[in-house]
């Protein structure tokens, strides 16, 4: 930054804006210089309390309240019409890869073998019962109808 100061010739204007937290002569040395000498060439300001700061942003408040129409330079604007478009058909499922594809036969084969495991009592307990039904079916005749032999 004091570089850049002393690049300048004597006559050229310059603003230079600063804010400090502390009053003027806390300042260092240095920083004093950049700002001259003369009182005219520095401006304090007091921190502002509540109710100035509110008086400040009040009309900013009330203008973020309102709505576009109430605004003094607001122009009826007509209400847009949209062209109705067509109904997107539904996106087509993608296709398994390899990888999904042998993971769906290795569950399925999971499922069965647990139907079988979990079943195979039940089917035997079913053929002690019902033993005219664990014999093969006996096709007789022309018309190919499918009884159980009971003899």
């Known amino acids: 930054m004091q570089s850049m100061l002393d690049s300048l010739s004597p006559n050229d204007p310059v603003l230079l804006l600063a804010v400090a937290d502390v009053p003027f002569s806390a300042l260092p040395p240095d920083v004093k210089g950049w700002f001259g000498l003369l009182h005219e060439n520095h401006v ?8 100035q700061r509110s008086t400040f942003f009040q009309e900013l408040i009330s203008s973020a309240r ?8 607001a122009v009826k604007r007509r209400k847009r019409i949209l062209e109705k478009l067509p109904i997107a058909p539904p996106v087509a499922p993608r296709p398994p890869t390899e990888a999904e594809l042998a993971q769906q ?14 079943l195979g009592p039940i089917l035997m307990e079913l053929k002690k019962k019902f033993k005219r039904f664990s014999k093969p079916a006996v096709v007789r005749g022309i018309s190919s109808l499918i ?5």
């Open 44 to 51: 304090i300001f007091d921190r502002p309390n509540d109710q």
């Open 66 to 73: 309102k709505p576009p129409t109430e605004f003094p330079d």
């Open 105 to 118: 036969e290795q569950k399925d084969a999971q499922t069965m073998t647990m139907l079988k495991f979990r």
């Open 147 to 151: 009884y159980y032999d009971t003899e």
